[in-house]
């Protein structure tokens, strides 16, 4: 979505188009989610998990999550391209901020980012690396404090977090949720109820919505044919991905790219 760090809140990145967010998918860049109003659930390395207000949570780019805030969530996101040089954290990670003093110091420094962003001065990149920086510091010192060390995930948590790693290896494009089970050495009904107790979804509604995710980005965000479309993400025909689309949707991929302002483009 973005080639730059920048600096959008939870509203503007999710549009009209809740999905966006509340579908499993992976992530394309860094992101540093800040919640400034509302509850909502996220899932993130396997598991999924409660969000409040003065929550941090840092998506590394590849990782398979979904947020839902509902419509009276609020927060502010910092991007980052792939390959950035600012020391992030390694791994996915949600932080309970209760300390008044690294509340205020997270939101001034995201106020600060977002002012570069708007005004739009010489330099404003340079501004923001400086920012995005400062954040970065900020990030590290909360997951460094003995009361946001990870916790011990249990047997269901630890499968389901490899179930999410697998799903965007290339070598496992396509693979059904009995591929998937093979591969880590469980049975189908075994990884169902693993990820079930883990997310609130099944392993196969985790395939599913990283595949209606992946569709509908390409329809509206591309002018790729159809038949282009569902060839690359690896359904058996163009027809087979419009009753997909259509199940899922309510709308057949011509209508949602021309919902879109996309001009339709025909298999």
Known sequence: MFGHID??????????????????????????????????????????????????????????FALDMGRQGLGQVAVCPVGNDLRLPEQPRQIRVRDNDAIGEMSGLLEAAGREVARGRALAQDALDAHMGLISVWLRRQIALPENLPVKQNASARLSARFC?????????????????????????????????????????????????SA????????VPFQEIARHLRFGSAAYF??????????????????SGKSTVSP
């Open 7 to 64: 600096i959008i809140s939870l509203a503007a990145m999710i549009g009209t188009q809740p999905w966006r967010l509340s579908l499993a998918h992976e992530s394309q860049q860094d992101m540093v989610i800040w919640i400034t109003r509302g509850q909502g659930r996220l899932l993130l390395n396997g598991t999924r998990r409660g969000v409040g207000v003065h929550n941090a949570i840092y998506v590394p780019s590849g990782q398979i």
């Open 165 to 213: 790693d697998n799903l965007i290896r290339p070598e496992m494009q396509g693979f059904s949720m009995a591929d998937h089970a093979a591969e880590l050495s469980v049975t189908p009904t075994h990884l169902t109820r693993a990820c079930k107790a883990a997310t609130g979804r099944t392993a196969a509604d985790i395939i599913t919505e990283r595949q209606l995710h």
């Open 216 to 223: 509908q980005s390409a329809l509206i965000d591309t002018d």
């Open 242 to 259: 419009t009753r997909f689309i259509q199940h899922h949707t309510s709308k057949t991929p011509s209508a949602l790219r021309k919902g």
